[in-house]
């Protein structure tokens, strides 16, 4: 079957002048270094220039949505705390919680200056031309592989489903949050969670990429939720929300004769909003259904507060890269080390600026802005090789602040490889391939 025609990519020129980019960060920084103004004018000023800019600068859109997330992890915490009273365990000072949130957002401001000062390719259309290759090689899969992966997807599924009728649901929903999670596949081995998000967004962007394949959607959707139901059930969810932000993205990029961008985003959108609000589903408290975006700036305020030693470092950190045998010395994440701490309530989450903070509380600010640059910088290059990275990579920096740096850097490169070798590059020219367009004509024309 012949392949649905790309759409067409139209350049826009902005409006948005270049010294606003600027302007605005040092108004923040000033605004944080004066005492009487307080944090408040600090924190609104930040998130009125963010949604300015995303709203007039539509091409700079992955950029701003990036730093967006990532100031909803540095600034929830303190809005919480200091609007509504909601302070959570080990129960840090007002002090604690401001300077934390301080240190956090000189960090954002300082990214954000990085960001835009190197010569990286953040656009929409980078990243818009990236999902439309992944689409357009996902359209001439055939129905053999796409049964297989749906088939180990179902066995995944139904091995995590078997535990949890041997935990037995009432046990789940009594217990806290990822008291079952190490009995689940997917919500705590690593390569099976690698495995399963590459399967569910390689199956998504089948779906969308082919018309008739969508009018089994329903298919696609259920087994997705018995692939992810199990994690969900226990507290689990940062892997399905990154799926469902790499399937947004490739939903939005088919464009006019595919999916409408609009409804994909809407339906997107509504899932995540589920997803953050399972806490208050499952508990009957209010106070619960913000802890996604709360809790894991806790690790930051649990190392500014008290004498935390964990094994791990940046330096070690690095060899979660390699597989476990190969590792020369046992390393857990941090994420998972905070979790066996019982310090916080976070989990397994982790948190940049926290990261940062344990290696050196001295240059906690410079560290957590070279970790994200970092980061950054290495989605960018792993996308020249193949757009299955700039998918992958891109949907796990938007929860990079509840994140650590190798952990982000191991499932964004695993997950794009495995994503790149499930949709096989087709033998024709890819479209980042082909010859440069004409003057007035689109690269997808």
């Given at each position: 079957?012949?392949?649905?025609?790309?759409?067409?990519?139209?350049?826009?020129?902005?409006?948005?002048?270049?010294?606003?980019?600027?302007?605005?960060p040092?108004?923040?920084?000033?605004?944080?270094?004066?005492?009487?103004?307080?944090?408040?004018?600090?924190?609104?000023?930040?998130?009125?220039?963010?949604?300015?800019?995303?709203?007039?600068?539509?091409?700079s859109?992955p950029l701003?949505?990036?730093?967006?997330?990532?100031?909803?992890?540095?600034?929830?915490?303190?809005?919480?705390?200091?609007r509504?009273?909601?302070?959570?365990?080990?129960?840090p000072?007002?002090?604690?919680?401001?300077?934390?949130?301080?240190l956090?957002?000189?960090?954002?401001?300082?990214?954000?200056?990085?960001?835009?000062?190197?010569?990286?390719?953040?656009?929409?259309t980078?990243?818009?031309?990236?999902?439309?290759?992944?689409?357009?090689?996902?359209?001439?899969?055939?129905?053999?592989?796409?049964?297989?992966i749906?088939?180990?997807?179902?066995?995944i599924?139904?091995?995590?489903?078997?535990?949890?009728r041997?935990?037995?649901?009432?046990?789940?929903?009594?217990?806290?949050?990822?008291?079952?999670?190490?009995?689940?596949?997917?919500?705590s081995?690593?390569?099976?969670?690698?495995?399963?998000?590459?399967?569910?967004?390689?199956?998504?962007?089948?779906?969308?990429?082919?018309?008739?394949?969508?009018?089994?959607?329903?298919?696609?959707?259920?087994?997705v939720?018995?692939?992810?139901?199990?994690?969900?059930?226990?507290?689990?969810?940062?892997?399905?929300?990154?799926?469902?932000?790499?399937l947004?993205?490739?939903?939005?990029?088919?464009?006019?004769?595919?999916?409408?961008?609009r409804?994909?985003?809407?339906?997107?959108?509504?899932?995540?909003?589920?997803?953050?609000?399972?806490?208050?589903?499952?508990?009957?408290?209010?106070?619960?259904?913000?802890?996604?975006?709360?809790?894991?700036?806790?690790?930051?305020?649990?190392?500014?507060?008290?004498?935390?030693?964990?094994?791990?470092?940046?330096?070690?950190g690095a060899?979660?890269?390699?597989?476990?045998?190969?590792?020369?010395f046992?390393?857990h994440?941090?994420?998972?080390?905070?979790?066996?701490?019982?310090?916080?309530?976070?989990?397994?989450?982790a948190?940049?600026?926290?990261?940062?903070?344990?290696?050196?509380?001295?240059?906690?600010?410079v560290?957590?802005?070279?970790?994200?640059?970092?980061?950054?910088?290495?989605?960018?290059?792993?996308?020249?090789?193949?757009?299955?990275?700039?998918?992958?990579?891109?949907?796990?920096?938007?929860?990079?602040?509840?994140?650590?740096?190798?952990?982000?850097?191991?499932?964004?490169m695993?997950?794009?490889?495995?994503?790149?070798?499930?949709?096989?590059?087709?033998?024709?020219?890819?479209?980042?391939?082909?010859?440069?367009?004409?003057?007035?004509?689109?690269?997808l024309?």
């Amino acid at each position: 079957m012949t392949a649905p025609a790309l759409p067409r990519i139209e350049a826009r020129r902005s409006p948005w002048p270049l010294w606003l980019d600027f302007a605005a960060p040092w108004l923040v920084v000033t605004l944080l270094a004066s005492t009487s103004t307080g944090l408040g004018s600090a924190v609104g000023t930040w998130w009125l220039f963010l949604g300015w800019r995303f709203a007039a600068v539509p091409a700079s859109r992955p950029l701003t949505a990036f730093v967006g997330a990532f100031t909803l992890y540095g600034t929830s915490a303190w809005l919480a705390a200091s609007r509504f009273d909601l302070v959570y365990p080990p129960g840090p000072t007002e002090a604690t919680i401001e300077a934390g949130t301080r240190l956090t957002l000189f960090a954002l401001v300082a990214t954000f200056v990085m960001l835009r000062v190197l010569p990286l390719d953040l656009s929409m259309t980078w990243l818009r031309c990236a999902s439309l290759e992944l689409l357009d090689r996902a359209s001439r899969l055939g129905g053999s592989r796409l049964a297989l992966i749906a088939l180990g997807l179902a066995t995944i599924a139904l091995r995590d489903w078997w535990q949890l009728r041997a935990i037995g649901l009432g046990a789940v929903f009594e217990a806290d949050r990822r008291a079952y999670a190490g009995a689940l596949l997917t919500a705590s081995n690593h390569n099976v969670q690698i495995a399963v998000m590459a399967g569910t967004i390689a199956l998504g962007t089948a779906a969308v990429a082919r018309p008739e394949r969508r009018r089994r959607a329903f298919v696609l959707a259920a087994l997705v939720a018995m692939t992810w139901g199990p994690s969900l059930l226990v507290g689990a969810r940062k892997s399905p929300l990154i799926v469902l932000v790499a399937l947004a993205l490739l939903a939005l990029a088919a464009g006019r004769g595919r999916i409408a961008p609009r409804g994909a985003l809407l339906a997107a959108a509504g899932l995540a909003v589920g997803l953050l609000l399972i806490p208050l589903a499952s508990t009957g408290r209010l106070d619960q259904a913000s802890i996604e975006f709360v809790y894991p700036q806790y690790v930051l305020f649990a190392a500014m507060e008290h004498d935390i030693d964990l094994d791990y470092g940046y330096g070690r950190g690095a060899t979660l890269m390699l597989p476990a045998a190969l590792r020369p010395f046992e390393v857990h994440d941090i994420g998972s080390s905070f979790a066996d701490l019982g310090v916080t309530n976070v989990g397994v989450g982790a948190h940049p600026v926290g990261e940062a903070y344990l290696a050196s509380p001295g240059a906690a600010g410079v560290l957590a802005v070279a970790a994200t640059v970092l980061v950054v910088l290495a989605v960018r290059l792993l996308a020249r090789l193949d757009p299955a990275f700039a998918v992958a990579g891109a949907a796990h920096l938007v929860l990079w602040g509840r994140s650590d740096l190798w952990i982000t850097l191991f499932f964004s490169m695993y997950v794009g490889a495995l994503l790149w070798l499930l949709l096989a590059r087709p033998r024709r020219a890819s479209v980042l391939e082909r010859p440069a367009p004409e003057a007035g004509t689109s690269a997808l024309s």
